[in-house]
């Protein structure tokens, strides 16, 4: 067994990995068959093709959160996406609800970019600097112990969906807002309502340091945080590929730097690139900025545009792309058979304070 093998940690045998792709949807399907209505299967939207084809919902952060607060009956959820998202599953779902993430290696880089002591050491900092004055805000692509300390003060989740209306919520609540861990999704939603980039400042974790001109007075505190796909993303590639075609339309993600958001045509969460694109006339060109997974099934999809990447070179997400054929159906198989597997569990304290942040979020959604 290789080492990410022994890492997933259990039972997991070399079979799996020497099966087909074939022989391995079969196993799937027929678990899914035995376990019926038991089993939930999320997958997030930059999830490999063959595993969206199994998945019983496919979404982007917020939906994915949305359905598993709703979901009341099903025993077992699995997710196929990455760990900050089944934790947040499993805090939003009910306590005889198991949720099972089929790769413990499925991580997130952003998420790992902040952490709850160096939140902790920020927030006092800043609290002496600007005291009262300040809403924590974090984006869900977070651990739930930062999720838990936002809660705790007053803050609330976001996603790339729902920023908008959650920065003019937290404005009426304070005069400033710390925004975490992604510093583009802050920046981009703060200027797109409005807030010149004069009026934001960046806190460097690394070096416990608010990097901000002497004159300012910022209502916008942005943690020096990005996602490694997005920062894949150039004005550079925007102009080449206007310059070839005058008509075509970008559009990105708003994870990406400030400076591509700027040049592109439009911006939007996952969910918001897949309607605007649909929506788009027979025949237009669009060049997009997010995931290659999702990119590459919109290709294949949504056949009467011209879909191209706004990157041919940027990568997907590595830790997405940990979830394979050999580990969903390895981990549904064993619950056939009775047994839970890779369980992701939160504990009670950290729930608790996080449900807040999570349920203002949802209720603002």
């Known amino acids: 067994m290789s080492i990410l093998t022994e890492f997933q940690g259990q039972r997991i045998t070399q079979g799996y990995f020497d099966a087909s792709a074939s022989q391995l949807t079969e196993k799937i399907l027929a678990a899914k068959k035995q376990l019926g209505s038991r089993l939930l299967i999320l997958a997030h939207h930059y999830q490999k093709d063959e595993i969206v084809a199994l998945a019983d919902e496919v979404g982007d952060s917020l939906q994915l959160a949305q359905l598993a607060a709703k979901n009341k009956t099903a025993e077992y959820i699995v997710f196929c996406g990455v760990h900050f998202m089944a934790e947040t599953a499993d805090m939003l779902t009910e306590d005889n609800q198991q949720v099972i993430l089929p790769d413990l290696t499925a991580g997130c880089t952003m998420a790992d970019m902040a952490d709850r002591y160096q939140l902790q050491t920020a927030w006092e900092q800043l609290q002496e600097k600007y005291p009262a004055e300040i809403l924590p805000i974090t984006y ?17 989740t976001v996603t790339s969906s729902n920023a908008t209306q959650v920065l003019k919520w937290a404005f009426k609540q304070k005069k400033r807002i710390f925004f975490l861990p992604d510093q583009h ?10 807030i010149p980039l004069s ?29 490694s796909v997005h920062q894949q993303f150039t004005s550079g590639q925007i102009k080449a590929l206007k310059q070839a075609d005058p008509e075509i339309n970008v559009i990105v993600h708003p994870e990406c730097p400030q400076e591509v958001v700027a040049l592109a045509d439009a911006y939007g969460s996952t969910n918001k690139i897949l309607q605007v694109v649909a929506a788009a006339p027979t025949g237009s060109h669009w060049a997009i900025g997010t995931d290659n997974n999702l990119v590459g099934r919109m290709k294949d999809t949504l056949t009467d545009k011209k879909i191209s990447f706004l990157n041919p070179r940027s990568c997907a997400c590595l830790t997405m792309n940990r979830i394979r054929l050999p580990h969903l159906a390895w981990s549904l198989e064993q619950l056939v058979h009775g047994e839970v597997v890779n369980q992701i569990k939160v504990d009670e304290k950290t729930t608790k304070s996080a449900l807040k942040a999570l349920e203002r979020m949802l209720a603002l959604s």
């Open 140 to 156: 869900i692509n977070s651990t739930a112990a930062v999720k838990a300390f936002v809660g705790e003060h007053r803050g609330v």
């Open 185 to 194: 999704l802050g920046r981009n939603t703060a200027f797109g309502m409005g």
């Open 199 to 227: 009026d934001m400042a960046l806190w460097n974790p690394r070096k416990n340091e608010l990097i901000t001109s002497a004159e300012s007075d910022p209502r916008v505190i942005l943690w020096d945080g990005w996602c």
